[in-house]
């Protein structure tokens, strides 16, 4: 079993950890605002930039770990109401995915319908369910029916799980196209920014494809996915596409 050195039953367990990485100052800066212990369901951007700093230096660096040991520890740290035990069990199974068989995809939907935040999501459904769905593409069933998912937690997870592979030039565009047009009318800000992540990772080699993909749909795409979806995209692509997305009307550009 993986020993892992850190009181997560705590908070104070964790305190000590912080002490020991930061002064009382950076302390009293983490805990004001956004850097709240145990807020779990936070959607504030970076919040998990020094917690999982630390947690990431907590982990063992080990180069296999077996299946059972894995989903062990990973079922006892979720367990945990605390933030930093799910992102290290999220961190975890991302270091050791390659240990997962297919019937673990059951533990990651799971876990995706609890995180109730992007910071763990965006841990578990690029590296974990991606790795899982590339390696057993059979899996491609389960992000057919996430796609569909009432919670959109899992309707995102559903399009970063195809993350990986586009990102380097390969993997499934008609798939995640098929997804991003049953989700492009919706007005979750979470939808929406994941199809422009996707989006803009594809373009940065296969700008043509994305361009493609975003003329004809001018007129329904979302501003916040379009402003990322463009990043990488020749400047006068761009340009083109964002005077498209101006000329609509104040009240279409609104919904």
């Known amino acids: 079993m993986i020993n892992i050195d850190v009181d997560c039953v705590s908070v104070e367990g ?44 907590l982990l063992p660096r080990r180069r296999a770990l077996a299946r059972a040991s894995l989903v062990a520890v990973v079922t006892e740290l979720w367990a945990r109401p605390l933030f930093e035990c799910r992102l290290a069990a999220s961190m975890l199974l991302g270091d050791h995915a390659e240990a997962l068989a297919p019937a673990d995809a059951a533990l990651v939907e799971r876990l995706i319908r609890e995180a109730g935040t992007w910071a763990l999501v965006d841990e578990l459904a690029p590296a974990v369910m991606g790795g899982l769905v590339e390696r057993y593409p059979e899996l491609t069933a389960v992000l057919d029916r996430w796609a569909a ?69 001018i007129g329904q795409v979302s501003g916040v996915t379009l402003r990322e979806a463009v990043k990488p995209l020749p400047p006068e692509t761009a340009a083109r596409l964002l005077a498209a997305y101006r000329a609509r009307s104040p009240a279409v550009r609104a919904r």
């Open 14 to 57: 964790w305190d000590r950890l912080y002490f020991h990485f930061f002064s009382p100052i950076e302390i009293a800066r983490l805990r004001s605002g956004k850097w709240q212990k145990l807020q779990i369901r936070t959607d504030e951007p970076g919040v998990t930039e020094v917690p999982r700093g630390i947690v990431g230096a």
């Open 149 to 217: 998912d009432e919670d959109f937690w899992v309707r995102r997870a559903a399009l970063l799980s195809l993350l990986r592979p586009l990102r380097r030039g390969e993997g499934d565009f008609d798939r995640f196209a098929r997804y991003a047009d049953m989700m492009l009318a919706e007005r979750e800000f979470f939808i929406r920014k994941a199809i422009g992540w996707v989006l803009r990772d594809t373009g940065r080699r296969r700008p043509d494809l994305v361009a493609a993909w975003l003329e004809p749909r």
